[in-house]
């Protein structure tokens, strides 16, 4: 079970932190993600954040580089979205999600295809 928080309504530049707390499968086995749906979209087949098990590799889509930073902590059984900078075009619901299970340690799961287990999802509205 994966359950998100830390959404809310901010003005464009400002930040929020998310987190994802997941219990009942060992988490340090999973890369883990975030993916976002705007509202009247399709959830986007690229993670905004993805980050590998180790904690050691992370990826972010060209419009998020620079902005967001994900981590993890494996002890806490919690990933972390930093979004700083915000824009209006980041509005939607994040959604984290967990990997199938059968990465190595320092693989990053980009893709939605590559996750299995997905949180609820808080929403972020970005106001101009």
């Known amino acids: 079970q994966l359950q998100a928080s830390g959404g809310g309504l901010v003005q464009a530049g400002g930040s929020l932190r998310l987190s994802c707390i997941a219990s009942g499968r060992p988490f340090r086995n999973y890369a883990m993600g975030w993916f976002r749906q705007a509202p009247g979209k399709e959830r986007e087949i690229v993670a905004v954040a993805a980050i590998s098990r180790s904690g050691k590799n992370a990826y972010y889509t060209d419009s998020t580089k620079g902005r967001f930073t994900i981590s993890r902590d494996n002890a806490k059984n919690t990933v972390y979205l930093q979004m700083n900078s915000l824009k209006p075009e980041d509005s939607a619901v994040y959604h984290c999600?967990?990997?199938?299970?059968?990465?190595?340690?320092?693989?990053?799961?980009?893709?939605?295809?590559?996750?299995?287990?997905w949180g609820q999802g808080t929403l972020v509205t970005v106001s101009s």
């Open positions: 999600a967990a990997a199938l299970g059968d990465e190595t340690s320092y693989y990053v799961a980009r893709y939605r295809y590559e996750y299995g287990y």
